[in-house]
């Protein structure tokens, strides 16, 4: 086989470049698969160099089947290569993947995908073909063995791939159109304010202190009496927790109302708000 031919055979099946693939070709003597092993050691090279940089781009992907619903986010430097064929179908796949094994890290990185390759083998191989820092964020799943599972995104790419992407599992044994509705609105009310917990006893108390600092701060300058301060930041943080709190946020489709009122309002024995998840690129 000619050396052309071997570089063009090289490019097929490892997806590197054709300079890379040549100088493979001359380091292995013309053996295909010691330049596959050529390639792949300097790919790990190339891949950990590149994973010191920002990945702030990327894709939101969710999958779901008839026992859960998962959400994954697989980041990258640049816009142009979110949208990228080869990283497209890499978070399509690993999407798929990842609500197989309910968000499993583990499980997922040594999993083989389509050709037969693991995960992590396959994230080198994109990082090293495509010259940028690939690595795979946040993910959550939610069963539906005694819930319904909403989800929404938002800014979509293609099909399920978004920049922005919420899922939210409701306890319930109803299946009615208003809960549909219901569900549907609320996952997009979630993607819109952004709250931190389901109700405020969730929120983390670490994060209710930072902000405790803060507002303290802010008003040892105002100059007012420390009672004074102490009631405003009682006020202040108060709001903070129920702004917050998804139940205690005001219904983005009716402002007036709160969500805890509109769930009321479904009139739906024994629907609870169970959990959520939102996803947002670069954020």
Request: proline share 1%.
């Amino acid at each position: 086989m000619a050396d052309i031919e071997k570089i063009k055979k090289l490019r097929s099946l490892s997806g590197a470049g054709f300079k890379d693939c040549s100088a493979a070709i001359i380091e292995s003597n013309g053996q295909i698969d010691k330049a596959i092993e050529i390639l792949r050691i300097k790919g790990i090279s190339k891949a950990s160099k590149k994973m010191s940089r920002s990945a702030n781009e990327g894709l939101i992907s969710i999958s779901d089947n008839d026992q859960r619903t998962s959400i994954i986010e697989i980041n990258c430097e640049t816009d142009f290569v979110a949208k990228n064929n080869d990283f497209i179908n890499f978070t399509e796949e690993l999407s798929e993947m990842n609500n197989l094994f309910s968000s499993n890290r583990k499980k997922l990185m040594s999993a083989k995908m389509k050709n037969n390759k693991t995960v992590d083998e396959n994230l080198l191989a994109l990082i090293s073909k495509i010259g940028e820092k690939i690595i795979i964020g946040r993910s959550n799943t939610f069963e539906k063995s005694d819930s319904q599972v909403f989800k929404y995104s938002h800014t979509v790419v293609k099909d399920n791939l978004s920049k922005l992407g919420v899922i939210v599992s409701i306890e319930t044994n109803d299946d009615s159109e208003k809960l549909k509705i219901f569900g549907k609105q609320l996952s997009m009310h979630i993607a819109a304010l952004n709250p931190i917990a389901v109700n405020i006893e969730g929120i983390d108390q670490e994060i209710i202190n930072k902000e405790q600092e803060l507002i303290t701060e802010e008003l040892k300058n105002s100059g007012k009496k420390e009672d004074i301060i102490k009631k405003i930041a009682l006020g202040k943080i108060n709001k903070f927790k129920e702004d917050n709190s998804l139940m205690y946020q005001q219904w983005v489709m009716e402002p007036k109302k709160k969500v805890k009122d509109i769930l009321k309002e479904l009139n739906i024995k024994n629907i609870n708000i169970k959990n959520f998840t939102r996803i947002k690129i670069g954020e």
